[in-house]
């Protein structure tokens, strides 16, 4: 018995521990590099545009400058994770620039909370929840490079 009361209160601790807000010196900016070759930076300036469009549904609400001379685009978006049942967001900002043959993205995670968070109480994530927002800003650059990289099915029409 004194067994199965240690593991229930192990597994107790553990799940407690992930409940705990991240360190605040972890990173915060993410920079994600991409090189395109022979592609020009009006192409991947559209390019980048489309994938946004396509990942947020409405890129309008979520980019704030769209810059095609010179290649930038800028804006806000929303990170989820989970807190025990809740589905939590914290915000990040955007940042996308292009030149000729390459391209960098930037997503910086910001002590901020969107309106439509189940946790308003959490400016910042848990550590299983900024675990979960880095593997989301992983693949979103994996699947932005993909996109970089593509040409559109509409390139012949």
Same mark, same amino acid.
């Given at each position: 018995?004194?067994?199965?009361?240690?593991?229930?209160?192990?597994?107790?601790?553990?799940?407690? &521990?992930?409940?705990?807000?991240?360190?605040? !010196?972890?990173?915060?900016?993410? +920079?994600? %590099?991409?090189?395109?070759?022979?592609?020009?930076?009006?192409?991947? =300036?559209?390019?980048?545009?489309?994938?946004?469009? *396509?990942?947020?549904? %409405?890129?309008?609400?979520?980019?704030?400058?769209?810059?095609?001379?010179? &290649?930038?685009?800028?804006?806000?978006?929303?990170?989820?994770?989970?807190?025990?049942?809740?589905?939590?967001?914290?915000?990040?900002?955007?940042?996308?620039?292009? *030149?000729?043959?390459? &391209?960098? $993205?930037?997503?910086?995670?910001?002590?901020?909370?969107?309106?439509?968070?189940?946790?308003?109480?959490?400016? =910042?994530?848990? *550590?299983?929840?900024?675990?979960?927002?880095?593997?989301?800003? !992983?693949?979103?650059?994996? %699947? $932005?490079? +993909? &996109?970089? *990289?593509?040409?559109?099915?509409?390139? %012949?029409?």
């Amino acid at each position: 018995m004194k067994k199965f009361t240690l593991g229930i209160g192990i597994v107790l601790l553990s799940s407690c &521990a992930s409940l705990a807000p991240a360190d605040k !010196n972890v990173q915060r900016v993410f +920079t994600y %590099d991409y090189v395109v070759p022979s592609v020009e930076k009006d192409e991947l =300036w559209t390019r980048a545009r489309d994938y946004f469009a *396509k990942s947020f549904g %409405d890129s309008r609400s979520v980019l704030r400058v769209q810059d095609k001379e010179s &290649a930038t685009l800028i804006g806000k978006g929303a990170a989820s994770w989970m807190l025990a049942m809740n589905v939590c967001a914290n915000e990040y900002d955007i940042q996308f620039m292009a *030149k000729d043959g390459k &391209a960098r $993205l930037q997503l910086e995670l910001i002590e901020s909370v969107p309106s439509y968070s189940n946790c308003q109480g959490w400016a =910042w994530p848990s *550590k299983s929840g900024y675990q979960e927002i880095i593997k989301s800003f !992983n693949s979103f650059s994996t %699947d $932005l490079e +993909t &996109a970089l *990289k593509s040409q559109s099915s509409f390139s %012949d029409f």
